[in-house]
């Protein structure tokens, strides 16, 4: 008679897949190669054949592999959801809470809320992953994060999202350029300037290609910063103008007194921001809370987003 399938054996072949070694994946398991590998095995054994191909350079998912790869995701992340169901009846937001969040974000809103969410939910052990878009969308989709911060829309059939608050875009010049000494801008005042944009990945490089590829130059082909703080010190060196969203006009750099901010005439342009999650995960009521906690205690620069408008985007 055959030995059931355990959750252990999904956890391990999941863990190979994602590092295409078993060294790496016991590592991850915290558990010996040797009994990863027996684990694996005996899983293979039950289902009637190899998951991988194993060589000495490299670990290849087998075609039944790769269905039985993408179950395991789903088992274990309904197990996961059952598990927080239930911890969610006990104590909204509190233990573990893995949130992404883009870098263009996280650095200029999460510091300034840290101390009052501990205080809000004592409970609550946060861990933030920050990342791109796209790999985040990935992890929500894997069921590695419970939510996420990101700009909307994000376009994922397995996804839902709640708008959260409207962050509007800055002009960021050098000190003494023509637009330094206007109180307001629009697009079509940065026609021929040198716009500097994120390097490929980043979803602020799209929206400020959105608002300025009319009438700006781009350095698109040539160059793309890692960060916003890398734009804000080429603007100072007088390579070119950018757009940087107001939190993080906020926060102080060396760069400061060389560069001017002015905003946009309405309608300003702005981006979205909002909690992404994977859809019918248990914690959606505790994300519509983190979600409210977030409209309330926004930083100046953000607008909030009432909780009647905000209705989860599907």
Same mark, same amino acid.
């Given at each position: 008679m055959n030995q059931p399938i355990t959750l252990r054996q999904l956890r391990y072949v999941v863990a190979v897949a994602d590092t295409r070694h078993f060294g790496r994946a016991a590592a991850a398991c915290h558990v010996s190669q040797p009994s990863l590998s027996?684990?694996?095995q005996a899983l293979e054994e039950m289902l009637g054949g190899?998951?991988? =191909?194993?060589?000495? #350079?490299?670990?290849?998912? /087998?075609?039944?592999?790769?269905?039985?790869?993408? #179950?395991?995701?789903r088992i274990l992340a309904e197990t996961q959801d059952l598990l927080l169901a239930a911890r969610d009846q006990a104590a909204p937001l509190a233990g573990d809470f893995r949130l992404g969040v883009i870098p263009t974000l996280g650095p200029y809103l999460l510091p300034r809320l840290m101390r009052t969410l501990r205080r809000t939910y004592p409970e609550l052990r946060l861990y933030l992953r920050e990342d791109l878009t796209d790999r985040l969308v990935e992890r929500l989709r894997r069921g590695e994060l419970e939510a996420a911060l990101l700009a909307l829309p994000v376009e994922d059939p397995k996804l839902d999202s709640l708008p959260?608050?409207?962050?509007?875009?800055?002009?960021?010049?050098?000190?003494?350029?023509?637009?330094?000494?206007?109180?307001?801008?629009?697009?079509?005042?940065?026609?021929d300037e040198t716009l500097l944009l994120l390097e490929d990945g %980043?979803?602020?490089?799209? &929206?400020?290609?959105?608002?300025? #590829?009319?009438?700006?130059? /781009?350095q698109e082909d040539s160059f793309g910063a890692t960060s916003l703080s890398t734009l804000r010190e080429m603007v100072a060196g007088r390579i070119g103008i950018t757009l940087l969203p107001a939190l993080a006009c906020t926060a102080p750099t060396t760069a400061d007194s060389d560069v001017a901010l002015r905003p946009f005439d309405a309608p300003q342009p702005s981006r979205r921001i909002g909690?992404?999650?994977?859809?019918?995960?248990?914690?959606?009521? =505790?994300? =519509?809370?983190?979600?409210?906690?977030?409209? &309330? %205690?926004?930083?100046?620069?953000?607008?909030?987003?009432?909780?009647?408008?905000? =209705?989860?985007? #599907?």
């Open positions: 027996a684990q694996v190899p998951l991988f =191909e194993r060589s000495k #350079r490299r670990i290849i998912l /087998t075609p039944l592999g790769e269905t039985i790869v993408a #179950r395991a995701r959260v608050f409207d962050e509007p875009f800055l002009l960021a010049v050098p000190t003494g350029h023509r637009l330094a000494r206007a109180n307001r801008v629009t697009p079509a005042d940065l026609s %980043h979803c602020l490089r799209d &929206q400020a290609l959105e608002v300025c #590829r009319s009438a700006a130059r /781009t909690l992404v999650w994977r859809r019918g995960a248990a914690r959606r009521g =505790e994300i =519509e809370m983190l979600a409210e906690f977030l409209r &309330q %205690h926004l930083p100046e620069g953000a607008v909030a987003i009432p909780q009647d408008d905000a =209705e989860p985007d #599907r």
